[in-house]
């Protein structure tokens, strides 16, 4: 449920391109508009290359739009917004910095004094579950623990919007499955200190399972193709028939395939007499009859 009508973010038809060797211009962005309130998680789900993590660059006031506008609380973005935060793809850690100390590196940018910064500190660090690692470097940490600490650094400021560029797709499946469980159990308990997230990503179960909406993006150049409410409650099973039947859609779209057939009571897709099977080689078919035909 939105807090709140007026939008945190305002996109209205924003292009973007970049300067290519031979002089010409590369159009990454075309024509995107993109609104984000208060209570959801939007993904941007496309290709590598679609101009996703340009527009959340945009979005962060890292890189300015060629043209259209960009607002965030209806001023428009010149330079890092106020009240915005992000997690980066690679850990971007200070390697020389203890866990504590790249936790409070945002605060201290903000000029907050050392005993509020270190009470904040503590408590996002612990809140994203790396009690007890404060005094440690990061060499010393796992791939995930990294991250956690990426994640309490952009926490302990409190922003508005939390920003996730493929927070997860540097990680091992499981941790990723852990770190991203986590996060979700955080967000609905109501225990993160932010009021919106917009997360990049190219995992079609993965925008399923966290977001509320998905915009689809096509390529060359990146453009909406469509938008998806997720209407399922969280927590998401994976082995729900909607849930299946959700990323296969969006996934037949991605592709321009023809969309499988809804789901029977059963569970089952395309179930009936005009049941769709998947194409197999007649080499799998005749070892089948050959195994078939065999003694038992």
């Not at 807090?3 to 962005?29: N, T, Y």
């Not at 309130?37 to 890292?62: F, M, N």
């Not at 991203?180 to 079609?204: A, C, F, Q, Y």
Request: hydrophobic fraction near 40%.
């Amino acid at each position: 449920m939105l807090d709140h009508p007026s939008p945190l973010i305002d996109i209205r038809g924003v292009c973007r391109s970049f300067p290519k060797g031979s002089g010409e211009q590369l159009l990454v962005l075309e024509q995107v508009d993109l609104t984000i309130h208060s209570g959801e998680i939007v993904g941007l789900l496309g290709r590598s290359g679609s101009g996703k993590s340009t527009l959340l660059r945009i979005i962060a006031g890292l890189v300015t739009p060629s043209s259209g506008s960009a607002t965030c609380r209806g001023e428009t973005i010149v330079g890092p917004p106020n009240g915005v935060a992000m997690v980066f793809q690679s850990f971007a850690l200070f390697p020389w910095l203890t866990v504590l100390q790249n936790v409070e590196l945002g605060l201290e940018a903000l000029g907050v004094d050392s005993t509020e910064r270190r009470k904040r500190a503590l408590a996002a660090i612990d809140l994203i579950g790396l009690d007890g690692f404060e005094s440690a470097f990061p060499k010393e940490l796992s791939g995930g623990m990294r991250q956690r600490v990426g994640f309490a650094r952009a926490l302990v400021v409190h922003p508005d919007l939390l920003l996730m560029d493929e927070p997860f797709s540097a990680l091992d499946v499981l941790t990723a499955e852990t770190l991203r469980t986590d996060l979700i159990d955080l967000w609905i308990e109501g225990r993160l200190p932010i009021k919106s997230v917009l997360m990049v990503t190219h995992n079609i179960e993965e925008a399923v399972l966290m977001c509320d909406r998905i915009l689809v993006f096509s390529s060359n150049p990146g453009r909406v193709a469509t938008e998806i409410k997720v209407e399922i409650p969280h927590p998401r099973n994976r082995l729900d028939p909607y849930f299946r039947q959700l990323v296969d859609n969006i996934y037949a779209r991605m592709t321009q395939r023809t969309e499988p057939k809804a789901p029977s009571i059963e569970g089952i897709p395309g179930t009936g007499i005009g049941m769709t099977l998947h194409h197999v080689s007649s080499n799998v078919l005749s070892g089948l009859i050959e195994t078939l035909a065999a003694p038992p």
